[in-house]
C-alpha cells in the first residue's frame, strides 16, 4: 500500500517538495507526511503480528458492523480532509479532491483501523495477551501525532489536531485499560 501511494503521489507531482517545486505546486509533499514512515515500520508490522498470532472475527456480525462503522469513520474523514487540503494541498488531497495516493491510503485506513478495533474491542482466538494490548496501544499511540504531522516547517501544530490525536489516545488507553483491568 505504501509504495502504491508513493507511485500515485510521484505521478500527481506530490512525491517530493523538489517535484512540487520544479511542477510550480505548494503544500505538503507524500515524503513529509509523519503516518507515510509510521504505517510502514510500525502500524503494518503490527497488523502483520496480530493477524498472524489471532484469529479475529472478520465475518461475525460485530465484524461487519466495525467494518462499516469503520469505512464510514474513513470516508468522512477522506472528506474533511479534501475540505482543509483547499488551502493546504497535500499528496492525499488537494484542490478539494482525494487524489488516488488519498484513495490508497483510506483503503489501508479503514484496514488498519478494522484490525485494530477487532484487536482491541472483540474477542479473539486465543484471549488477548496484556503484552500484545500494550504493544498495540503503544504503537497507535506513536502512529496518531506522526499521522497528523507534516515534516516541513511550514507546518504547526493546530487545536483540533491536538484535540485529534489527544481523543485517539485517550481513547485507545482507556479501550487497553479496560480490557487489561478486567481481563477481557
Given at each position: 500500500?505504501?509504495a502504491?501511494?508513493?507511485?500515485a503521489?510521484y505521478?500527481d507531482g506530490?512525491l517530493?517538495q523538489?517535484q512540487?517545486?520544479?511542477l510550480?505546486r505548494?503544500g505538503?509533499?507524500?515524503?513529509?507526511h509523519?503516518?507515510?514512515?509510521?504505517?510502514?515500520?510500525?502500524?503494518t508490522?503490527a497488523?502483520a503480528?496480530?493477524t498472524s498470532?489471532?484469529?479475529?472475527a472478520?465475518?461475525a456480525w460485530w465484524?461487519?458492523?466495525?467494518?462499516?462503522?469503520t469505512a464510514?469513520?474513513?470516508?468522512?474523514?477522506?472528506q474533511m480532509?479534501?475540505q482543509i487540503a483547499?488551502s493546504?494541498?497535500?499528496?492525499?488531497?488537494?484542490h478539494?479532491?482525494?487524489t488516488?495516493?488519498?484513495?490508497i491510503h483510506?483503503?489501508?485506513?479503514?484496514?488498519g483501523?478494522?484490525?485494530?478495533?477487532?484487536?482491541?474491542?472483540?474477542p479473539?482466538?486465543p484471549h488477548?495477551?496484556?503484552h500484545?494490548?500494550?504493544l498495540?496501544a503503544?504503537?497507535?499511540?506513536i502512529l496518531?501525532?506522526l499521522?497528523?504531522?507534516?515534516f516541513?516547517?511550514t507546518?504547526?501544530?493546530?487545536?483540533?489536531?491536538?484535540?485529534q490525536?489527544?481523543?485517539?489516545i485517550?481513547?485507545v488507553?482507556?479501550?487497553t485499560?479496560?480490557?487489561?483491568?478486567?481481563?477481557l
Amino acid at each position: 500500500m505504501t509504495a502504491g501511494q508513493a507511485i500515485a503521489a510521484y505521478y500527481d507531482g506530490y512525491l517530493t517538495q523538489g517535484q512540487m517545486i520544479v511542477l510550480g505546486r505548494h503544500g505538503y509533499a507524500w515524503v513529509e507526511h509523519g503516518g507515510t514512515f509510521v504505517d510502514l515500520f510500525v502500524i503494518t508490522p503490527a497488523m502483520a503480528y496480530i493477524t498472524s498470532q489471532y484469529r479475529l472475527a472478520y465475518t461475525a456480525w460485530w465484524g461487519w458492523l466495525l467494518l462499516g462503522l469503520t469505512a464510514i469513520v474513513v470516508l468522512w474523514s477522506m472528506q474533511m480532509y479534501s475540505q482543509i487540503a483547499v488551502s493546504a494541498p497535500e499528496a492525499h488531497t488537494h484542490h478539494g479532491e482525494t487524489t488516488i495516493a488519498g484513495w490508497i491510503h483510506g483503503v489501508y485506513a479503514i484496514w488498519g483501523i478494522w484490525v485494530f478495533a477487532l484487536f482491541l474491542v472483540t474477542p479473539t482466538t486465543p484471549h488477548t495477551s496484556i503484552h500484545d494490548l500494550l504493544l498495540v496501544a503503544v504503537a497507535l499511540t506513536i502512529l496518531f501525532p506522526l499521522g497528523v504531522i507534516k515534516f516541513n516547517s511550514t507546518w504547526s501544530w493546530t487545536i483540533s489536531n491536538s484535540w485529534q490525536v489527544g481523543i485517539e489516545i485517550a481513547g485507545v488507553w482507556l479501550i487497553t485499560t479496560v480490557r487489561i483491568a478486567f481481563n477481557l
